[in-house]
């Protein structure tokens, strides 16, 4: 091996594997991201280190195997960091990457580092920038220097909304407002919720398919929401906190202080205040959506509202964001991205296309 890597070192830059990357969380998003690996697409990329919660692998051998998810889930070594960044280390190629597919806040807390000795980060975790201004700023001080920050799948599972922002924030084009629907999984909820299915059988369904966060409290408390909502309103030039934005809890009290298997088997609660909220929107002539907005002074809400059959959102389908801006350009019509927001598949993709962008 190490002859091998020698090799490819003496080799011209041009001729050299061009990404060498490290996935860290193996579950609905990084198994995804390991599939896409055996495609055309991944081809380009060398796995050289794989870890969960428990378990990593470092050893070529071990990580080729098809079945590295399912054998990480019950062996392999420690876990431990340097190691993973020891194999990034070893390797030749032009781009060492470490790809973030968990929701740990510890993980995300060591992006700026990682970024300062010149890993390139690529991440489904939004616990860093979305979480507190310290974390932000910590993060963009840290994307100063040459290694790249790739962050499209914390915001629209990859819809091209973060990019857009940037650029409009480049040109000097300020956002006047944000409003939409920020969460795959409560899109997908709300879009399928009539009252016919327990709202609890729906959600066992959306963290099956891999929508909810790996804790669907995550979602349902409007938090997951509210970090994309930071994200979003931080890179428009905002210096928006936590403590600022208006956030509505759907988990009821009884469910709030359980751990996470207990809450898994105890989703009924959610049922009966669900279903009163539905009855009396439909009474209305409404229909319930999850829905975030900031305005211009950076007065922010995230929670469930009744909207008319007419409005935008209610027309949304499947696991659809939608994103309305206006900005000093866009003023009159709003700028409008919607699409597929949740899913292990299309976020793999996202988190694939930030490591290929980088040139
Ligand atoms: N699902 C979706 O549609 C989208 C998800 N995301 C984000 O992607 C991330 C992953 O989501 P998802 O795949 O659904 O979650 P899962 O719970 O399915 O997977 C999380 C993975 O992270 C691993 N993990 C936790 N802590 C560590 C650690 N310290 N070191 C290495 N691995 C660790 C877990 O290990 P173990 O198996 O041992 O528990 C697990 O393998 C989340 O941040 C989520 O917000 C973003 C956009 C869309
Ligand atoms: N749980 C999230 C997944 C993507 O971030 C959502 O529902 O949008």
Partial sequence: MNALLAGQASLPRALRRRH?????????????????????AGAALGLVGAANSRHQQTDPAGLAERSLRERLAVAGAARDDAALLAALDADAAVHKVIIDASASAVLAARHPAW?????????????????????WHALQAACAGHA?????ATVGAGLPVLSTLRRLHACGDALLSLEGVLSGSLSWLFNRYDGTRPFSALLREARARGYTEPDARADLSGEDVARKLLILARTAGFALTRAAVQVENL?????????????????????APLAARHAAATARGAVLRHLARIDRHGRAQVGLVEVAATHPAAHLRGTDNLFALKTTRYRAQPLVIQGPGAGPEITAQALLGDVLALV
């Fill in 115 to 135: 970024l300062a000795r010149g890993y390139h980060v690529v991440t489904a975790n939004k616990a860093l920038a979305g979480g507190d201004l310290q974390g």
């Fill in 20 to 40: 060498a990357v490290v996935l860290l969380g193996t579950g609905m998003v990084g198994g995804a991201f390991l599939r896409l690996l055996d495609t055309p």
């Fill in 251 to 271: 988990v009821p009290e009884v469910l709030r202080a359980l751990d996470t298997g207990q809450f898994a088997a105890n989703l009924e609660a959610l049922d």
């Fill in 148 to 152: 790249r920050y790739g962050d499209a």
